[in-house]
């Protein structure tokens, strides 16, 4: 290859028409597979190290751990529901307390920098629990009652 040639790129419609229909149809699957399952990994592997951070300011261990993963990878994946007008960070954090305080019911929110840090106050965290009743009675598919 000379200086003074550049070289030729091929757009992905000059690559689509060389192809036959079955690798085409393979070859677009590819492609959606591969970005969508990357994309949901890195918001997975986001959440978690979010989720380390607080629980390392929360000072927490083991199974308390263990028990937040698997409220935010299996229980809850989409924490929108959970708050909606918070970011994902605020209820992460709400889901580390509300584990930590169920181990431990002397915690108090104004104890821990990571909370007040985040604007997390009583008002936050009770909303959150209430939402998270609300799911968890989705999860559970038990029906609210109404008698008039």
Not at 67 to 75: G, Q
Not at 82 to 94: D, H, M, P, T
Not at 97 to 119: G, Q
Request: charged share 30%.
């Amino acid at each position: 290859m000379s200086l003074k040639t550049k070289p030729r790129w091929l757009s992905m419609d000059q690559i689509m028409n060389n192809l036959t229909e079955p690798q085409k149809i393979r070859e677009i699957e590819k492609k959606t597979r591969y970005y969508t399952q990357k994309r949901e990994d890195y918001r997975m592997k986001d959440k978690e190290s979010v989720a380390d951070n607080i629980m390392d300011g929360l000072s927490m261990k083991g199974t308390q751990r263990e028990e937040v993963e698997k409220m935010i990878k299996h229980d809850y994946p989409n924490l929108k529901l959970l708050l909606n007008n918070y970011s994902e960070q605020v209820v992460i954090a709400c889901i580390c307390f509300f584990v930590l305080s169920s181990y431990n019911k002397n915690v108090r929110i104004e104890d821990y920098r990571v909370l007040t840090r985040l604007s997390i106050n009583y008002r936050v965290y009770s909303k959150f629990l209430t939402n998270l009743l609300v799911e968890a009675r989705k999860l559970m598919k038990i029906k609210p009652r109404l008698e008039i």
